[in-house]
């Protein structure tokens, strides 16, 4: 899944495809370099992010994912808010990649349904302006599986095909870089639940955490790739059935390779 932030704030590449043409451009490009999906969202998530408008939300999302599905790109949308869910959907989106898991809109879950799209349920305990506050745990494996699986009760009991539902531990969202990295050696638990499992672990605090001792300059979050395309290839090999990154080429070659380590290379073209 290759990430396409439409925003002016996003804390990795905020700005650089605000502008529709360029982000229907960098969209297509991540698509020929091998992106399944071109994840298109309107909103910063970031730890300490103020909220976007559902207005504003639209105005940047719809006439990117409405290009690319155009042109054939499978698109989905990252949001939060059933309104731009529902006019993503109606222009092309197959899928809704939504952070808060269902519960920053009420109105997601019947959205969701009434689309037969397939749903991303990540972990999120509250918005970002906030969520620092909710980094608490005793265990964070035991807590994040049993709080999303709580989310997937509720929102089958709405009418979302549990068939279509892809769970997402939500790195950062309410944890600390050792939280993330204590999630990601235990992905066996969450891959056991039965359902597929989503990582979106591209340039994260977790990462630079990871490579702050390092005297090489690998700090800021787009020097991060090589370092996620790593992350990648370990959840691959932990079966994680899809990697959300920035930098979809790298990130393909790895997941290629921990394929071919496990033996389940695809064949020559």
């Known amino acids: 899944m290759g990430i396409l932030n439409v925003t002016p704030d996003s804390f990795s590449d905020g700005g650089r495809y605000a502008d529709t043409h360029r982000a229907v451009r960098h969209g297509l490009r991540m698509a020929r370099e ?30 990117v994912v409405r290009e690319l599905a155009r042109e054939g790109v ?17 222009v092309g ?3 809704v990649n939504d952070v808060s898991g269902g ?10 349904a009434a689309a037969g799209v397939s ?4 972990h999120w305990r509250a918005p970002s302006r906030e969520m620092e506050r909710h980094a608490l745990y005793r265990d964070v494996v035991g807590e994040v599986t049993s709080e999303l699986l709580a989310r997937v009760d509720s929102l089958t009991a709405s009418g979302v095909d549990p068939g279509r539902i892809i ?23 969450l891959t056991a639940t039965g359902f597929p499992v989503l990582v979106g672990a591209s340039r994260k605090r977790c990462i630079g955490a990871a490579l702050s001792g390092l005297a090489d300059g690998t700090h800021a979050p787009d020097t991060r790739d090589a370092a996620t395309a790593a992350v990648s ?12 990154v920035h930098d979809v080429r790298s ?16 064949s020559a073209a």
């Open 167 to 189: 769970l997402d531990p939500g790195l950062g969202f309410a944890k600390h870089a050792g939280h993330d990295w204590q999630l990601l050696a235990h992905m066996s638990t």
């Open 103 to 112: 519960l920053a809109d009420p109105d997601m879950a019947a959205t969701v």
């Open 74 to 90: 499978p698109v989905s949308v990252d949001t939060m808010h059933a309104e731009v869910a529902r006019a993503a959907v109606q």
């Open 119 to 122: 749903y991303v349920v990540t």
């Open 233 to 244: 290839a370990l959840a691959a090999a932990a079966g994680v059935r899809c990697v959300r």
């Open 251 to 266: 990130s393909l070659h790895a997941v290629c390779m921990a394929a071919a380590w496990s033996g389940r290379a695809p």
């Open 93 to 95: 989106a197959c899928l």
């Open 34 to 63: 091998g992106a399944d999906l071109v994840d298109v969202g309107g909103e910063s998530t970031r730890p300490g992010a103020e909220p976007t408008s559902v207005a504003d939300e639209l105005s940047r999302v719809v006439p």
